[in-house]
């Protein structure tokens, strides 16, 4: 009977943590970021109907980069948990953060106990009555849950994403502003000392928004709303209407 060889809990966890970092930096970097209107969700992804960018609830979206089938089974949990929570106590009672947690004990539960961890990293965003009371909330691969304030970025090369954005984006900034900020910013995904790429193009690009005020903009509850390709080109111009 031959034996199995030894390897030790800390490498283990190495080798998945390496192995989920590989799979989710493969992909396009995300964007979330909030601004004076509300939230802006800027993705690089050039299909029409895999969306890497989705509503939760009334005023929560989800955002994500990695293996489409592995979030995409997170997301529509997500749909679900949100309705059971609103349906048998009250819909203020969904919140981010409890649906960050749900995400968060599910992540967690796949890297430590199965053999392949989800390559995947996921946003949860509720949008505020102000900016100061945003959540942007980042999931990690392994479980780990961070709170981050302004904005975040996910995937790629996204350190590099996050440096470029720093000197464009303030959180006064409308909608209009604030994604040609990220979209600007997404042209240096290709690591640090790389020459910027091609500005994307709408066709290449996922964006949605909550609204901060949507029964005023609207006459609507549920804040999440996708941008159409004509509505992106013209906020994209220099000179690009808000919207």
Same mark, same amino acid.
């Given at each position: ?5 030894? $390897? ?22 995300? $964007?979330? !970021? ?7 969700? &800027? ?35 997500? &749909? ?38 989800? =390559? ?6 509720? $949008? ?69 790429? =091609? ?7 996922? &964006? ?12 609507? &509850? ?9 509505? !992106? ?11």
């Amino acid at each position: 009977m031959t034996q199995q060889f030894y $390897v030790s809990p800390e490498q283990l966890m190495k080798d998945r943590a390496d192995f989920a970092r590989k799979g989710i930096a493969r992909g396009r970097s995300v $964007v979330v !970021l909030s601004c004076r209107e509300g939230i802006a969700l &800027v993705a690089e992804n050039p299909s029409p109907s895999l969306h890497k960018l989705g509503e939760i609830y009334d005023r929560i979206a989800f955002a994500a980069v990695g293996k489409y089938n592995e979030f995409e089974s997170l997301r529509q949990a997500g &749909v679900r948990y949100a309705d059971v929570r609103g349906y048998s106590y009250d819909r203020e009672d969904v919140t981010a953060r409890g649906l960050a947690s749900v995400y968060a004990q599910s992540l967690g539960a796949v890297f430590t106990a199965e053999s392949k961890p989800f =390559e995947v990293e996921l946003a949860v965003a509720e $949008v505020g009555a102000s900016s100061a009371q945003d959540h942007i909330y980042r999931l990690t691969f392994d479980g780990s849950i961070a709170d981050e304030t302004g904005f975040i970025v996910m995937g790629g090369q996204a350190d590099a994403v996050v440096e470029a954005l720093k000197d464009r984006w303030n959180a006064d900034q409308n909608f209009g502003e604030g994604i040609r900020a990220a979209v600007d910013s997404l042209r240096y995904d290709g690591g640090p000392n790389s020459q910027p790429r =091609e500005h994307p193009g709408s066709k290449t690009l996922e &964006v949605a928004v909550l609204d901060r005020n949507p029964l005023t903009t609207r006459g609507s &509850v549920r804040a999440f709303r996708r941008i159409s390709s004509h509505e !992106l080109d013209v906020m994209l111009t220099p000179d690009g209407a808000s919207l």
